[in-house]
């Protein structure tokens, strides 16, 4: 009898990648191209939660594809960080699928075809990177998913768009060059790439030599967005915005995050990083990209633009509870993965639906707005309260680990940075918040045509801010529960 489970990692690869075949061919059929991308959405969702029982009971999932070299096949490997990742790319396409429909159809927008097409691919991609068992299958998903993307990021073909486009192959092909040095580098030293938790890199070689290794993993890992090789992630907000949404939450810059939270656990291992003094270039690395990205939001007008400095931002957290060299401080980082993500793909999508009823990207056009859109406008404000670390949206649980890391890791210095930060935050969110529900539009018959966008994207809308809350009363939820796990793999208490 065949192992089903043991099938499912690649199932749920393959199955966007059927997806976009069927979105070109039907691509002429609007209604039957977004019912294959809803279908595939669903279907995908339903292969990640059939795993799921398995990897909570402390399972692990293996399958190789490709025999490539010894201990660098490529393979997949379902384990409890991957599907922390996994889990949250599974339901925030779900819910991005159907907001991009309404988005897309709203907007009469060119291209559609290419545009589901190259999403589904890119989604497969962003598993495939959940999923991988060693470094060269990350790196092959990981510049997969870079090629993939490009189209998404110069979709509306515009001069700008062309040039943030430049930009973005420019930044991410450069970081794949370093990313592969890397793995090869690994490779030499080791002779094998898969993922052990704890790390397996102690004693392959000096002292300098890893060193040098973990600066080439960083810079290889540029789709994380941090400081100063953050430039291509504001440029790229010219797409449209399910695409700035999938960027920033379901998949370019979470992969990039956790590709350096997998580089931590289970090629370096904390002690590692500790006798080599990583966790204080990390920290120094974090702490400038948290504050500084944030300053730069506090100058924006442009909403979709303050929102990607304040990914930048908030996803430094993560570069932060790595650095913290503790158990408190890297559960805040792979809790800070699915939680920044409900949360940010909230304010993207409130970005988007402003757009579509409104045709306002400036923060100053937006007075008053609520008024029109109350719905909209308040869940927007819950979720950007959430990545301020407020109560009851489930950001307050990853600052709480943090701050909590800090102190364990005997650097309470980075509480200085945590607090700072939330005060930035507050200072870019809540002006937005009074300008939309408080403010008064210059002209009032300005609004006479503004109402709440269409239900394919106010529910998404809805849900993904429910999520957040739900996440902050039950943190027992799956995702949390997969990060215990995570955590006890690399600090050697539970036996992967």
Sequence with gaps: MVDVTGLLPAVTVVIPLLAAVMILVSGRHENIRDGFTVAAAVAMLVSVVAMLPSILSGERITISLIPLLPGGDLAL???????????????????????????????????QTRFFFCLAVAIAAAIGIAFSANLVTLLVFYEILTIITYPLVVHVETP??????????????????????????????TGTTGFVPGGFLAGSAPPLTLQILF????????????????????????????????????????????????????????????????????????SFTIITASLFALTEDNLKRRLAYSTVSQLSYILLGVSMLSIAGMTGAMAHIPIHAFLKITLFFVAGAVIVAAGRERISDMKGIGRKMPVTAVMFSAAAIGICGLPPLSGLISKVYLALGAVEGGVPILLIVLIASTVLNAAYFFPIIHTMLLGRPDDERSLDSVSEPPLTML??????????????????????????????????????
Excluded: Q
Aim: glycine fraction near 8%; charge should be neutral; proline fraction near 5%.
């Design 77 to 111: 490997r379902v384990d409890a960080f991957g599907m922390v990742f996994a889990l949250t790319a599974a339901v925030l396409w779900l819910l991005n699928s159907f907001y991009s429909i309404g988005y897309m159809r709203s907007l009469k927008e060119h291209a």
């Design 160 to 189: 700008e768009a062309m040039a943030a486009g430049r930009k973005y192959l420019a930044y991410l092909l450069i970081g794949g060059i370093f990313f592969l040095a890397a793995v090869i580098l690994t490779y030499i030293l």
């Design 215 to 286: 600066v080439l993993f960083m810079v290889g890992f540029v789709k994380a967005a941090w400081m100063p090789l953050h430039g291509w992630l504001p440029a790229a907000m010219v797409a449209p915005t399910p695409v700035s949404a999938f960027l920033h939450a379901v998949a370019v810059v979470t992969a990039g995050v956790f590709g350096i939270v997998r580089i931590a656990g289970w090629v370096y291992g904390m002690d590692l990083l500790a006798s080599l003094g990583l966790g204080t270039l990390l920290a120094v690395i974090a």
């Design 459 to 496: 529910v998404p809308i809805v849900l993904t801010t429910v999520a957040s809350v739900l996440i902050f009363f039950f943190p027992s939820m799956p995702f949390m529960d997969l990060v215990e796990i995570a955590i006890g793999e690399i600090t050697g208490s539970v036996i992967p």
